[in-house]
């Protein structure tokens, strides 16, 4: 069974960054096309990025560009989200998720990200 | 960038059916995913491939396409139905939320 283990919640100041981990058991790290998803509260899920197969790349939505960083470390099937330059507006649950074919789709608990002064 | 919409909100009385659209340019060409999620937990896969349930999905859940339209079917809506319910869809390798919509059952 595949499961998504993400680290807990966080709490940091303006303008510092955060890093969520997501591990993976019952798969292979490298075998899961890993993507993040945010929600604002009171805001819908959003797409942060994720891995292309098209050409073995994470890419990422525009408004992240530049403050996102997605690491993985395969000796221990953890992937890793880095966010910079934090604010307020990125006060957010962050989930990892992995999208598979067939309707298998896999998701971590998520991760509460508090960016307060 | 890719747009998908859906009403904000839908309000159905139990055991009555409950629909949720979504719509985007050329959706009709694309496949939808629908989801359920409430705050604070992770999101469920409903439908994927625009009306196939993932195992362990119950049967009153259905999704079908028309044209540049997806809708979510509820049927014998329940009261622990009530989440946010969003749309979701493929631009080349980005993944596109629909804006979600607020099911209450009431």
């Known amino acids: 069974q595949v499961q998504l283990e993400q680290s807990g919640a966080e709490v940091k100041k303006p303008g510092a960054s955060v890093k969520v981990s997501c591990k993976v058991s019952?798969?292979?790290?490298?075998?899961?096309?890993m993507h993040w998803v945010r929600q604002v509260p009171g805001k819908g899920l959003e797409w942060m990025g994720g891995?292309?197969?098209?050409?073995?790349?994470?890419i990422f939505a525009q408004k992240f560009q530049g403050r996102v960083t997605v690491t993985e470390d395969t000796s221990t099937d953890t992937a890793y989200m880095d966010l910079s330059s934090l604010r307020s507006e990125d006060t957010a649950m962050y989930f990892c998720?992995?999208?598979?074919?067939?309707?298998?789709?896999?998701w971590g608990q998520g991760t509460l990200v508090t960016v307060s002064s | 960038s890719y747009e998908l919409t859906q009403p904000p909100s839908v309000s159905v009385s139990p055991g009555q059916t409950a629909s949720i659209t979504c719509s985007g340019d050329?959706?009709?060409?694309?496949?939808v995913c629908w989801y359920h999620h409430r705050a604070g937990q992770s999101p469920v896969l409903l439908i994927y491939?625009?009306?196939k349930r993932p195992s362990g999905i119950p049967e009153r859940f259905s999704g079908s396409k028309s044209g540049n339209t997806a809708t979510l079917t509820i049927s014998g809506t329940q009261t622990l139905d009530e989440a946010d319910y969003y749309c979701?869809?493929?631009?080349?390798?980005?993944?596109?939320f629909g804006g979600g919509t607020k099911l209450t059952v009431l």
């Open positions: 891995f292309d197969p098209e050409d073995g790349e994470t």
């Open positions: 979701q869809a493929w631009d080349s390798s980005i993944v596109v």
């Open positions: 050329t959706l009709g060409d694309r496949y």
């Open positions: 998720a992995a999208f598979l074919t067939g309707g298998r789709d896999y």
């Open positions: 019952g798969y292979s790290l490298t075998e899961l096309p």
């Open positions: 491939q625009d009306k």
